[in-house]
């Protein structure tokens, strides 16, 4: 199979998956979008409301403060590839359970295989717990990079912490023009 045919397979297979309750309550699989050979990668937790309408990753309200950041600090959305460790939304957006992350984590390691990108960039505590490490620390290690295998990786602050609290927008700020940095370099 070449590249194309692995990212048909890989989601049709994600768009049918039953491997934990969420595939019968989602609207649509949120299986993840932008430049299949990105160097830059996003991930962060889960689909939301619009998400989950749309199919499309990062385009409510959270989304639409991401877009600005990437504006901002002049990284082309279109450049990019944004997945999210899990692909069905969770009701009421309540946390990931540890079994749907398991369940679902699959995905994303095929995705990331396929996209083979230099950096990975964690949209929040959820995603960084997961890919960097267990006891990853937000507010004390955000803009940190981790080296893991042959990726580099860090973690910012979620869009909707953002929203919620707009003391951390100058972090994030800061944050995104070092990634734009590695990004370029
Ligand atoms: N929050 C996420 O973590 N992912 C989305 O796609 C939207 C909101």
């Known amino acids: 199979m070449d590249d194309k045919e692995k990212w048909t397979e890989l989601e049709a297979r994600c768009g049918r998956c039953e491997l934990c309750p969420l595939g019968k309550t989602k609207t649509n699989t949120v299986f993840g ?6 160097k830059l990668m996003f ?6 409301e619009r998400e989950d309408m749309t199919g499309i990753p990062f385009v ?5 403060l991401f877009d600005k950041y990437l504006v901002s600090v002049g990284i082309d959305r279109n450049d990019v590839y944004i997945a999210n460790i899990l692909k069905c939304r969770p009701p009421k957006n309540r946390d990931p359970k540890p079994e749907e992350e398991d369940a679902c984590i699959g995905y994303l390691r095929e995705q990331t295989r396929l996209v ?6 964690c949209l929040g505590r959820v995603s960084a717990k997961r890919l960097i ?5 937000i507010t004390k290690e955000h803009g940190v990079w981790f080296q893991r295998g042959a990726f580099n990786m860090c973690a910012v602050y979620h869009p909707s912490a953002l929203l919620h609290d ?5 972090d994030m700020l800061k944050d995104m023009l070092e990634i734009k940095r590695m ?3």
């Open 166 to 170: 707009p003391s951390k927008r100058e």
């Open 60 to 64: 409510g309200a959270a989304g639409q």
């Open 183 to 185: 990004y370029e370099a």
């Open 43 to 48: 991930v962060g937790e889960a689909p939301g």
């Open 133 to 137: 490490k267990s006891d990853f620390h």
């Open 33 to 38: 979008t932008g430049n299949k050979n990105a």
């Open 116 to 121: 083979s990108p230099k950096i990975i960039v």
